[in-house]
């Protein structure tokens, strides 16, 4: 089916570790985006890319790590994961720059231990 | 820096009410504002308010821009159960700096049968 996906939906790991979020769109959109959603801080861009192998940060980037080798797959890594890391992550796409809507996937519930 | 201040946070009302829900915000070269519904997964798309296009509606919801105050509202009438969701307003700067949308941190809406 067509649309934007991430998994995994759920991932416990504990702090040191390197853990990657994956995030697959169908759409071709140009645009992809992450997101974290924490309680008391709504929703806040860590990174974005305007299209394949461009890539650039958002309000939030430190102790992320994203890459865009093709265009559907937008792949966010914490290359050590903390305890400040634990939160709701969503990734979403768009088609143009601006004034499009974003589409976002389900979210990826991530827990530091 | 962009700043998008939702109010109330929370909110409890009775089936059947009518609601409002405020966002302000402060953003350097405005482009457009947007309202989201989020349930229990992503947020989903409801509205975009520019200059050009000021009032939206759909069905029992509607949205107002108010560029001199910097401000939108969401109504919502005859609320039914299943419009308990957060709510989240964000908007979007044209020009440069970072892609993607500022999130305010969402009303939480609980409609009680």
């Known amino acids: 089916d067509a649309g934007i996906t991430q998994s995994p939906r759920y991932k416990i790991t504990e702090t040191g570790r390197q853990v990657t979020l994956m995030c697959h769109q169908t759409?071709?959109?140009?645009?992809m985006f992450w997101y974290r959603q924490d309680l008391g801080h709504g929703l806040r861009l860590i990174y974005y890319?305007?299209?394949?192998?461009?890539?650039d940060k958002g309000e939030v980037p430190d102790g992320y790590v994203v890459s865009r080798s093709k265009t559907e797959n937008f792949p966010l890594t914490l290359e050590s994961a903390t305890r400040s890391q634990t939160s709701v992550y969503f990734c979403?796409?768009?088609?143009?720059?601006?004034?499009?809507?974003?589409?976002f996937g389900s979210g990826t519930q991530l827990s530091v231990l | 820096e962009d700043k998008v201040v939702q109010s109330p946070l929370s909110l409890v009302v009775h089936e059947g009410d009518t609601v409002t829900l405020n966002c302000s915000y402060e953003v350097t070269n405005f482009r457009s504002l947007l309202w989201y519904k989020q349930e229990k997964k992503a947020p989903t798309f409801l509205f975009m308010l520019?200059?050009?296009?000021i009032e939206k509606k759909s069905g029992r919801l509607s949205s107002i821009l108010d560029k001199k105050e910097l401000s939108s509202i969401l109504n919502i009438t005859a609320t039914q159960t299943g419009d308990s969701a957060i709510y989240l307003c964000?908007?979007?700067?044209?020009?440069?700096?970072?892609?993607?949308?500022?999130f305010g941190k969402g009303t939480h809406l609980i409609i009680q049968p």
């Open positions: 890319s305007a299209a394949a192998d461009i890539t």
């Open positions: 520019t200059s050009s296009g």
């Open positions: 759409w071709s959109h140009s645009y």
């Open positions: 979403a796409s768009s088609a143009i720059r601006q004034g499009g809507k974003l589409f």
């Open positions: 964000a908007v979007e700067a044209s020009g440069g700096g970072a892609d993607g949308l500022t």
